[in-house]
C-alpha cells in the first residue's frame, strides 16, 4: 500500500532539486532496476514492485532484504514517470566518485553541455558498448541522474565513471593528452586512425562546442555526409565517433 | 482565436487513426515547419502562428496565403505536445509515393518492425545526411506521421521516400540485390567493404530481426563492442553502419 506522502516523495524526485536534496533517484522497469541490483551498481533504497516481480526475483537478487513494498498495478503506475512502468521502479542511491580519473591510455568523452536526457542517456549506453570508462561533462549538462537519462541507459548508467566538472580547466590540467573536437567542417573523420588515448569533444545540440573548448582542440575533424540533413543527432553522432576511433586490439 | 472544435481536430491528429482519416500530419516549431513550406516538402493546409512569426516569416514563405491562423501563445501551448511549441505549428497533407521505388545502384534501408518514435525520426535524419534515398518498412513500424517521428527527423521527413510494405515479398522479388542484416553475432561490420547497392535491414529495438528476413540475407554482420553494453540504441547502430557502408566516391 502506498501513502500519500510516499507518492508525493516518488514524484519530487523527478526534480534535481529534490533528488540533490535526498541523494536519490529513480530508476524503473524490470532491465534496468534489475540490473543495477544485480551488479549492486548502486545502493538500494527501497523498491516499490508488484507480487509478480516478487514471486520473480525476489528470492534472487541480494540485498534487497526489508526494502520491498509491495504495489498493486494502479499503483506502479501512479508512481512512475514512463506509460509502461513493468512491474517495478526502485530508488537508489546516487554514487559517489572517489578517486581523480585517470585520463592516461584510454579515450575519455567530454559533453559540452548535452541538454537532451534522452541523447545523454544513450551516449552513456554507446560508450559502455565501446569500452569508454570516464565521461567528464560541463555543468550545464543534463543531470545524469535525470529519470529519462537513467531510462536510456538501458542499465549503462553505473558502469561509466561521469563527473560534472570546469571543462576547460580540466583540459588545460591534462596538456599532455590530445584534445579532439567533433565539428561540422574539420578533417574527415575516417582520415583519423584508432586512438589509444585522448579526450573526443562533443557539443550542445543546437550550439555546438563553446569557444573555450573548440581553441584547446589538437584536431577537429567531421563525420562526412552526402545527403541534405544539415547535421547529425548527436547521440548518432557519438556512436559513429567511438566506433571510427576505438579499436581493441 | 482558436475554437473549442479546432483544439479538439489538431489534438486529435496525435493519433493515427484520425492521421489517416483526414490524411493530415502537425508539425511543430520553427525548424521543421518552415523548412517543410519552404522546400515545399508537404502540401500545407493550415498554420497556427504567433504574431512573432507572422512578423518574421510569412512574407517570406510561398504558398501559405489565407492559410495562417494568428493565436497567442497560450493557445498554442494548448494545442502542441511539445513543451515549447516555439512560435508555430502546421497541418500538412500526407505525402503519396507515386512510383515503384527502384532499388538498383542505391543503399537502401529495411526497417523490420522499429517501434520508438524518436528512433525512427532519427534513422529518417540520418539517413538523409548519408544521402539515402529509400527507407521501406515493415506494416508494424511504428507510423512515420507520429508526432515524435516528425519532430526528431529535423525536417528530413519530406526528403526521403519511405514505403510501408510486405518486406518479406518485397525483397524476394528484388533477388539480385544484396541484403545485408545488423544482427549481434555476424562479420565484424569494419570488414565489409562500402556498398553501391544493398539492402540494410535493421531489426526491431528487443526483438531484432525476424526469422523470415534473417533468412534471406546474404551477409550478416555486426558492430563490434569492447565494454559490458548488452546492445546499441537502434538509431546509433544505424548511424554507425550508414557511416561504415555508405561512400560518395
Known amino acids: 500500500m502506498l501513502t500519500r506522502s510516499i507518492i508525493k516523495y516518488i514524484q519530487s524526485l523527478q526534480h534535481k532539486k529534490f533528488r540533490d536534496e535526498h541523494n536519490s533517484f529513480i530508476a524503473e522497469g ?18 516499490y514492485a508488484t507480487s509478480e516481480w ?14 520491498i513494498i509491495e504495489v498493486k498495478d494502479f499503483e506502479l503506475e501512479k508512481i512512475a514517470l514512463f506509460s509502461s512502468p513493468n512491474m517495478v521502479l526502485a ?6 566518485i572517489k578517486a581523480q580519473i585517470n585520463y592516461q591510455h584510454k579515450i575519455t568523452l567530454v ?25 567528464i561533462c560541463s555543468g550545464q549538462t543534463v543531470d ?4 529519462k537519462v537513467v531510462q536510456s541507459t538501458m542499465a549503462s548508467l553505473g558502469r561509466i565513471n561521469i563527473e560534472y566538472i570546469d571543462l ?74 567511438l566506433y571510427s576511433i576505438v579499436r581493441n586490439s
Chains 1, 2 share one sequence.
Open 168 to 241: 576547460a580547466k580540466e583540459l588545460k590540467k591534462n596538456s599532455l593528452i590530445k584534445k579532439f573536437a567533433a565539428t561540422l567542417n574539420g578533417h574527415k573523420l575516417e582520415d583519423i586512425s584508432p586512438l589509444k588515448e585522448g579526450f573526443i569533444i562533443i557539443g550542445n545540440e543546437s550550439k555546438g562546442i563553446s569557444k573555450a573548448l573548440l581553441e584547446m582542440a589538437d584536431i577537429k575533424f567531421t563525420i562526412p555526409g552526402y545527403g541534405t540533413a544539415e547535421s547529425l543527432n548527436a547521440a548518432v553522432a557519438t556512436g559513429i565517433i
Open 91 to 96: 530508488e537508489f542511491r546516487k554514487k559517489v
Open 111 to 135: 559533453l559540452d553541455d548535452i541538454q537532451d536526457p534522452g541523447n545523454f542517456g544513450t551516449m552513456i549506453r554507446t560508450a559502455d558498448w565501446f569500452g569508454i570508462e570516464n565521461i
Open 144 to 147: 545524469m541522474y535525470n529519470p
Open 30 to 47: 524490470l532491465k534496468v532496476v534489475n540490473e543495477f541490483i544485480k551488479d549492486n551498481q548502486f545502493d538500494c533504497k527501497n523498491i
Open 54 to 67: 516478487i514471486n520473480l526475483y525476489a528470492n534472487n537478487l541480494p540485498l534487497i532484504r526489508g526494502k
